[in-house]
């Protein structure tokens, strides 16, 4: 289930907030500690969806000012009001709390736990001190300091699954957000989104929407595998969107998240049984090879992997960017003696570089600022190196940008001087966010073919989806929610 707070401030807000949330919630959480001058009753009224009450101490991360008797006498006026559940806090003072446990239905309790600070090492004692308690469902939510903390929240979920216990367990934090996704498909009772972005009651929340929509935590699932991008930052990633729509065409259960990840052998040394597949980042694409069995012979020579795919026991490394630019290119004209330049010489401009080579093009590569990595790349891809201030002297059939010019926050520069472009001339940006950057409108007003970047993106997904399932991607598709959400 999906559980959409309620956090006001005003009544107002609040009984808004109620009505927009019927739409995508299944139950709603009434936080009374954060709605000031709160109306039970006329909250209420206003909902259709079932109800939780929580009244949250500052102790415990909340707002309510006052002595701990009002706060549980305002959880007992809930219960006569006939709410579905409240929320109680363990840490409430046992001489108030276990009278007003052991007085209450405990069908209509949730005995929780937060820890702001950190997740403990071991959660079982915590665990079944809880469950030894009145109440049906327990709640246990703390905050990850690192992302293998997660394991440990998965660990116990599934052990309140295996003991029909209900639980709702939860990690706080950027590091925790894997958890809000995929505590439900473990056994949790439920999971907090937001109603909007601006709205969380706590850190790390995701909204509702995207966990209903994007995510599909509500969908029953028996089997399903996890599949994810690691790299730091990640929040940018687009592929959650493309991959889950893909899953969801296909009639997948499996579901593609994100791993926000510094350290890469910790992290693959940890999560290795967990995933299935992974799209990797950078600075992740070269940490990562020495960590898999076997690494393709493309990826090999590129010096770099973006795609992770389990084969057998093995663990097996990919480059899809190669391919899905080459793909991309090939759909407007040949390479095959055309001369090419290339903006960059990072790790993108040595994917492509390569593919260009391997079709037989003329190659040259630029540097702007690091001399010493451009001629490394030239010496790399047997090719011609130039100073970007020199793009415009060559014979260009051909121009690639692999540098971060036109994404945020250049949107508004372009790596290549608009006077410099000529009719015929196809211009390819591999940056995909703007949808239309400044170097292709002004190649598409002097007469260019364009390719925007979205096709570089859109082809490597594909094919890592393809790697990962054994099925063809439902492209048209991805370009679709692409398009979408580049165009909101």
């Known amino acids: 289930m999906i559980c959409i707070p309620i956090v006001g401030p005003s009544m107002s807000k609040a009984q808004e907030q109620i009505a927009l949330a019927s739409a995508i919630a299944d139950i709603l959480e009434l936080r009374l500690d954060l709605i000031e001058a709160s109306d039970l009753d006329t909250l209420l009224d206003a909902a259709t969806l079932p109800v ?73 004692p915590l665990y079944e001190t809880m469950c030894e308690m009145p109440g049906e469902i327990v709640k246990i939510v703390t905050y990850a300091r690192d992302l293998s903390d997660n394991l440990k929240m998965f660990e116990l979920l599934k052990r309140a699954r295996q003991e029909k216990q209900k639980l709702i367990g939860l990690c706080m934090g950027d590091l925790g957000e894997i ?12 999971t907090f989104g937001s109603l909007e972005t601006g709205q969380e009651s706590a850190p790390g929340q995701i909204p509702g ?19 994810g991008v690691i790299g730091n930052p990640v929040s940018k990633s687009l592929g959650y969107l493309v991959h889950n729509r893909a899953f969801q065409e296909k009639g997948s259960f499996d579901i593609y998240v994100s791993f926000l990840v510094d350290n890469v052998e910790k992290f693959f040394t940890s999560f290795k049984d967990f995933f299935s597949g992974l799209s990797v980042t950078m600075p992740a694409k070269e940490q990562i090879m020495p960590l898999l069995d076997r690494v393709d012979e493309t990826a090999r020579k590129i010096g770099a992997v973006n795609t992770v795919v389990k084969e057998g026991i093995e663990w097996v490394g990919y480059n899809t960017d190669c391919s899905g630019a080459i793909s991309a290119l090939e759909a407007c004209t040949s390479l095959q ?35 010493e990595r451009g001629e ?50 196809v211009v390819f940006d591999s940056v995909y966010n703007p949808l239309e950057t400044r170097l292709l409108r002004e190649a598409k007003a002097a007469g260019c073919t364009v390719i925007p970047g979205i096709e570089l993106f859109i082809n490597q ?15 048209d598709i991805l370009r679709e929610v692409l398009l979408g959400k580049l165009s909101a």
């Open 209 to 227: 929407t995207t966990l209903k929509d994007i995510y599909r935590v509500n969908v029953e699932r028996s089997d399903f595998k996890i599949y």
């Open 337 to 371: 003696g055309k001369n090419i330049l290339i903006l960059g010489s990072g790790g993108t401009a040595k994917a492509i570089g390569y593919g260009v080579k391997e079709r037989g093009g003329n190659l040259t590569v630029t540097y702007k600022h690091n001399q």
């Open 52 to 124: 939780i009450v929580t009244n949250r101490s500052k102790h415990d991360g909340g707002q309510f000012k006052g002595a701990d008797e009002d706060r549980v006498q305002s959880l007992k006026d809930a219960l006569m009001a006939g709410v579905d559940y409240v929320d109680i806090e363990v840490s409430t003072p046992r001489k108030i709390l276990q009278p007003f446990l052991e007085e209450s239905d405990p069908v209509k309790i949730i005995l929780s736990y937060h820890d702001f600070s950190h997740t403990p090492e071991d959660f079982n």
């Open 179 to 190: 958890s809000r996704i995929l505590s439900p498909l473990f056994g949790g009772f439920l």
């Open 461 to 475: 997904a594909a094919r890592q989806f393809e790697l990962w399932t054994g099925q063809p991607a439902p492209i």
């Open 376 to 425: 490394r790349l030239a010496r790399e891809l047997d090719c011609e190196l130039i100073h970007a201030q020199d793009a415009g002297t060559c014979a260009i059939d051909i121009l690639i940008n692999c540098s971060p010019v036109g994404m945020s926050p250049k949107v508004e520069e372009s790596p290549f001087l608009a006077r410099d472009f000529k009719a015929g001339m």
